[in-house]
Structure formats: C-alpha cells, structure tokens
T-cell receptor, first 112, second 118 residues
Framework: DQQVKQNSPSLSVQEGRISILNCDYTNSMFDYFLWYKKYPAEGPTFLISISSIKDKNEDGRFTVFLNKSAKHLSLHIVPSQPGDSAVYFCAASGQGAQKLVFGQGTRLTINP | GAGVSQSPSNKVTEKGKDVELRCDPISGHTALYWYRQSLGQGLEFLIYFQGNSAPDKSGLPSDRFSAERTGGSVSTLTIQRTQQEDSAVYLC????????????????FGAGTRLSVL
C-alpha cells in the first residue's frame, strides 16, 4: 500500500529552465508534507515543507504547491542549476505521528 | 560534529550473523528515527524514539529487528540472524520535538550504513 507516490522515476531538465517534480498521496489524514534531496552516498537533506493549511510555500528558488482536493503536491525549482541534480523524495506525516512516509524518489538531472 | 553520525558506513556480513548499527543524533534532539532504503525504493520507517516515551516500533519488519536508545542519546539498531533481504541502507534521523510547531520536527539524516548480507 503505497501511500505516497512519485510516478516519475527520472526527470531531465536544461539548466536555467524550471524543474517540476510531482507527488501524489492517498491518506487524507496527512497534514504535513516535506521534500528532501539526496546525493549519492549521503543522507537525505531537508529542502522545504508545507502544512496542509497552506497551498504554497516558497524558499528562494524552491516553491512547493499543495492541492489538497487532488491529494497532490509539486516542487518547482526555478532556475534549475547543475547542483540540483540529485534524487528528490516527497514525504508526508499526519495523525499526530512523527514518522514520515516517503515516496520512491525522482532522479533529477540538470543538463548544461 | 554537528550532524547525525552513523557507524559503520558499510557492513558486510554472512547470512545468519547478528549485526549492530549505531547512531549518534544531533545534540539536543529528543526524537530519533530509524529508516531503511532498499535498492530502488523509498525510505521505509522502522522505529521512532521520543524522550522517555515508549518507542513506536510499528515499522519493524520482524522480531529479528530491535533497537534501543541509551541515555536519551545514542541508539543501536540490532538485526539478529540476518537474511539477504535485510540488505539495504539503514538511515538514522533526529529532530527536535514540538506538538504545536511542526517546523521544529524537521528530521535531519545521517549518511547511513550500507548493509550487505551475503
């Protein structure tokens, strides 16, 4: 039962363009969502989060959008840079639980 | 160091042997989590410790897996009688804890222990 899904295993974007990573969830009790970025041989690094009371949160080049009715969130990176090449994980928590439920990840490659 | 520290970084063991994985959380973080990432998969929750509360063990896949946290700091994940399907990267994370401010509960991860069971 995959409660958090990232349906695109990989994404390739040209440097300077916008990268859009998508995530869908099934559990309506999730109320907090996070994006993590992971480089090879390193642990995931927190990127940005959003509470279910908001529909958008922005931090520099990174913006997360939440559509609760569609149970969908997306991460926008503008402009994309070569250092953004990594695996991006979407995660969710809720029902008072602290544990995170992760998607399978999307490998983002930024081409010069 | 300021981050979450895990040891060893790599562990190769034979099927049937026991292994212990160690995690040193960020100083001052009261919450500690273990996850594992199998090849090509997302992170799978294993266990969560918060202060002196009983740990949330709901993610442990079998009774061969156990974890303890001594003195509210260092944690050890033990896998007994390892099987080949236990091969994965085991990740530890720590966080502050707040019932009100979810932003304080952001989890910070270590680099993980790559376990290979032959």
């Amino acid at each position: 039962d995959q409660q958090v899904k990232q349906n695109s295993p990989s994404l390739s974007v040209q440097e300077g363009r916008i990268s859009i990573l998508n995530c869908d969830y099934t559990n309506s009790m999730f109320d907090y969502f996070l994006w993590y970025k992971k480089y090879p041989a390193e642990g995931p690094t927190f990127l940005i989060s959003i509470s279910s009371i908001k529909d958008k949160n922005e931090d520099g080049r990174f913006t997360v959008f939440l559509n609760k009715s569609a149970k969908h969130l997306s991460l926008h990176i503008v402009p994309s840079q070569p250092g953004d090449s990594a695996v991006y994980f979407c995660a969710a928590s809720g029902q008072g639980a602290q544990k995170l439920v992760f998607g399978q990840g999307t490998r983002l490659t930024i081409n010069p | 160091g300021a981050g979450v520290s895990q040891s060893p970084s790599n562990k190769v063991t034979e099927k049937g042997k026991d292994v212990e994985l160690r995690c040193d959380p960020i100083s001052g973080h009261t919450a500690l989590y273990w996850y594992r990432q199998s090849l090509g998969q997302g992170l799978e929750f294993l266990i969560y410790f918060q202060g002196n509360s009983a740990p949330d063990k709901s993610g442990l896949p079998s009774d061969r897996f156990s974890a303890e946290r001594t003195g509210g700091s260092v944690s050890t994940l033990t896998i007994q009688r390892t099987q080949q399907e236990d091969s994965a990267v085991y990740l530890c994370a720590s966080s502050l804890y707040s019932r009100v401010d979810r932003g304080k509960n952001i989890q910070y991860f270590g680099a993980g222990t790559r376990l290979s069971v032959l």
